[in-house]
């Protein structure tokens, strides 16, 4: 699958957002003449997501089903002549205010540096430059460098949002970087691949769902992605039902920077579940656990498979039936409960004897390569989470496939089954996972009062974006609930423009495209 070249911007925008859009775009190309002196020759676009279901499970290898969101990132491009030499990259941004333009060579070795520890906006490009280098390598080994790039971004991704700006930018970039290179069609899987890795060379250990999120969806679906066997991604198209599904994004304007909470919050989860996985797998006696697609090499996923094979004879990798797979996981959770007792968490000095490692070699190999700050590792809670977690997206996904509603209450008992898995995952967060905060519990909880049928955070957690399933006749009563009791409690002055941006309404959008400027 490809990414699509869109003549149109109505290939990319719902009816609803081509207005303001088609503004935005005419803006992005006229500012572009006027800092470069010409037209751009295309302009690469990737999309934020919004993710449904399935969090914190990615990376444990688990299937998750985000949806691309209105909000992108653009990069208007024009190629320089490929001169000899190191090619130059300019980078420019639309709001000059809040970022600096930028300009780097690219050295004759072709290779990109990037410092992970400075929090600047072009290490997204470089890592999306870097990424795409790699893979042109492999596409065509006489590849060094990239050609020389003058580029215009207009970013409308939040950042720390939980809306992965981040891969928007990752995944933006890499496309960018390719079509600059002159590959006309990029294999939609091989983006994503890319963008995965090279986003982790920005420090954050992260799974696979952001980046196939902002480049695989079609228009009007969301998205059900797998791990394994392989990386792959299957449309879902929502029940057609008297009022549609409509998922209201609120934001909590709660800082979620990753890379300042990272080393206590989300790298440390990375490895919380990965040492889960080991002390899982000697509980049950299992031989070396597999080599996987885990950020740290193996995975809850790989546990799960390598029990079920060793144990049941079961493999599960050859197509086993989803109800069999729910049963697993259902099993698997009240194994968990039976055999991590303990509440407290495990200490490295424990975790050293049950896995028969030192604690030098524990550290070396699972503490380094993002460097996390912890007493004790809260595996039984992680694993807990991720079971029943996964088990959720099962349960959401089965719903999803169901027959239409024929009648009002048919329609009502869909929305409420939908909403409570969501509103499950939301008290596991808060609860078990220990991903939440006191602002995305108020926002959770006064939808509810409001007449949303699910409301959970969404995204990494810790702040950042909630996301709420609201029946279309609720969604104004919500929204001034929340304007009301959360925005202008805690920002007095809001402005309506802020109140724009901190309450979004969202229709499952398209993914990643390159657009060609006549
Ligand atoms: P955010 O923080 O929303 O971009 C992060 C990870 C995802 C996934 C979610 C939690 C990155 C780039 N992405 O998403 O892979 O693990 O948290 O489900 O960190
Ligand atoms: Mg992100």
Same mark, same amino acid.
């Given at each position: 699958?490809?990414?699509?070249?869109?003549?149109?911007?109505?290939?990319?925008?719902?009816?609803?957002?081509?207005?303001?859009?088609?503004?935005?775009?005419?803006?992005?190309?006229?500012?572009?003449?006027?800092?470069?002196?010409?037209?751009?020759?295309?302009?690469?676009?990737?999309?934020?997501?919004?993710?449904?279901?399935?969090?914190?499970? &990615?990376?444990?290898?688990?299937?998750?089903?985000?949806?691309?969101?209105?909000?992108?990132?653009?990069?208007?491009?024009?190629?320089?002549?490929?001169?000899?030499?190191?090619?130059?990259?300019?980078?420019?941004?639309?709001?000059?205010?809040?970022?600096?333009?930028?300009?780097?060579?690219?050295?004759?070795?072709?290779?990109?540096?990037?410092?992970?520890?400075?929090?600047?906006?072009?290490?997204?490009?470089?890592?999306?430059?870097?990424?795409?280098?790699?893979?042109?390598?492999?596409?065509?080994?006489?590849?060094?460098?990239?050609?020389?790039?003058?580029?215009?971004?207009?970013?409308?991704?939040?950042?720390?949002?939980?809306?992965?700006?981040?891969?928007?930018?990752?995944?933006?970039?890499?496309?960018?970087? +390719?079509?600059?290179?002159?590959?006309?069609?990029? &294999?939609?899987?091989?983006?994503?691949?890319?963008?995965?890795?090279?986003?982790?060379?920005?420090?954050?250990?992260?799974?696979?769902?952001?980046?196939?999120?902002?480049?695989?969806?079609?228009?009007?679906?969301?998205?059900?992605?797998?791990?394994?066997?392989?990386?792959?991604?299957?449309?879902?198209?929502?029940?057609?039902?008297?009022?549609?599904?409509?998922?209201?994004?609120?934001?909590?304007?709660?800082?979620?920077?990753?890379?300042?909470?990272?080393? +206590?919050?989300?790298?440390?989860?990375?490895?919380?579940?990965?040492?889960?996985?080991?002390?899982?797998?000697?509980?049950?006696?299992?031989?070396?656990?597999?080599?996987?697609?885990?950020?740290?090499?193996?995975?809850?996923?790989?546990?799960?498979?390598?029990?079920?094979?060793?144990?049941?004879?079961?493999?599960?990798?050859?197509?086993?039936?989803?109800?069999?797979?729910?049963?697993?996981?259902?099993?698997?959770?009240?194994?968990?409960?039976?055999?991590?007792?303990?509440?407290?968490?495990?200490?490295?000095?424990?975790?050293?004897?049950?896995?028969?490692?030192?604690?030098?070699?524990?550290?070396?190999?699972?503490?380094?390569?993002?460097?996390?700050?912890?007493?004790?590792?809260?595996?039984?809670?992680?694993?807990?989470?991720?079971?029943?977690?996964?088990?959720?997206?099962?349960?959401?996904?089965?719903?999803?496939?169901?027959?239409?509603?024929?009648?009002?209450?048919?329609?009502?008992?869909?929305?409420?089954?939908?909403?409570?898995?969501?509103?499950?995952?939301?008290?596991?967060?808060?609860?078990?996972?220990?991903?939440?905060?006191?602002?995305?519990?108020?926002?959770?909880?006064?939808?509810?009062?409001?007449?949303?049928?699910?409301?959970?955070?969404?995204?990494?957690?810790?702040?950042?974006?909630?996301?709420?399933?609201?029946?279309?006749?609720?969604?104004?009563?919500?929204?001034?609930?929340?304007?009301?009791?959360?925005?202008?409690?805690?920002?007095?002055?809001?402005?309506?423009?802020?109140?724009?941006?901190?309450?979004?309404?969202?229709?499952?959008?398209?993914?990643?495209?390159?657009?060609?400027?006549?």
């Amino acid at each position: 699958m490809e990414v699509p070249t869109a003549k149109s911007l109505k290939e990319i925008y719902s009816e609803d957002a081509l207005e303001s859009q088609t503004q935005r775009w005419n803006n992005l190309i006229s500012k572009f003449k006027e800092e470069y002196g010409k037209l751009p020759d295309f302009v690469s676009r990737s999309p934020g997501r919004v993710n449904i279901i399935g969090e914190h499970i &990615d990376y444990c290898l688990y299937e998750v089903l985000p949806m691309a969101i209105t909000a992108d990132v653009l990069l208007a491009v024009s190629v320089h002549s490929q001169e000899p030499g190191p090619s130059t990259i300019r980078l420019i941004n639309v709001h000059p205010q809040k970022f600096e333009s930028r300009e780097f060579d690219i050295p004759d070795t072709g290779d990109v540096h990037i410092d992970p520890s400075t929090l600047e906006w072009t290490n997204y490009f470089k890592s999306g430059l870097s990424g795409a280098t790699d893979l042109l390598r492999k596409k065509g080994n006489d590849f060094k460098q990239s050609v020389g790039m003058d580029i215009l971004a207009d970013g409308t991704v939040p950042s720390g949002g939980g809306l992965s700006s981040s891969a928007a930018f990752v995944c933006s970039s890499g496309l960018a970087v +390719m079509k600059a290179n002159g590959v006309d069609k990029v &294999d939609k899987k091989e983006l994503v691949e890319v963008a995965i890795v090279s986003e982790r060379a920005v420090g954050v250990n992260s799974g696979g769902m952001d980046q196939s999120a902002s480049v695989f969806p079609v228009q009007g679906s969301a998205l059900y992605v797998s791990f394994v066997p392989e990386l792959s991604a299957t449309n879902i198209a929502f029940p057609r039902m008297k009022s549609p599904l409509v998922f209201v994004i609120a934001q909590s304007f709660v800082a979620a920077d990753k890379h300042v909470t990272a080393p +206590m919050c989300y790298n440390l989860r990375v490895v919380e579940v990965t040492l889960a996985a080991l002390v899982l797998a000697r509980a049950f006696g299992l031989k070396e656990l597999p080599a996987d697609a885990g950020p740290l090499g193996v995975s809850l996923r790989g546990f799960h498979d390598a029990y079920y094979q060793e144990k049941h004879g079961v493999k599960n990798n050859h197509g086993v039936s989803k109800e069999e797979f729910q049963k697993q996981l259902q099993d698997l959770v009240e194994k968990v409960d039976q055999y991590l007792p303990q509440e407290e968490g495990y200490t490295r000095e424990q975790l050293s004897e049950i896995l028969g490692m030192s604690i030098p070699d524990l550290e070396s190999k699972y503490m380094k390569k993002f460097p996390i700050r912890a007493e004790r590792f809260m595996i039984r809670q992680r694993a807990l989470h991720v079971f029943s977690e996964a088990l959720r997206v099962l349960k959401f996904n089965e719903l999803l496939a169901s027959p239409p509603p024929k009648s009002d209450a048919e329609n009502t008992e869909l929305l409420k089954a939908l909403g409570q898995l969501m509103n499950e995952t939301q008290d596991s967060c808060r609860d078990v996972f220990d991903n939440s905060c006191p602002e995305l519990d108020e926002l959770c909880q006064i939808a509810r009062s409001a007449g949303s049928c699910g409301s959970r955070l969404t995204g990494a957690g810790w702040g950042g974006c909630s996301v709420h399933l609201v029946p279309e006749d609720k969604v104004e009563a919500v929204k001034q609930k929340w304007i009301e009791k959360y925005y202008k409690q805690k920002f007095p002055d809001i402005t309506e423009e802020k109140l724009k941006e901190a309450i979004v309404v969202s229709r499952p959008g398209s993914g990643s495209c390159v657009y060609e400027v006549a």
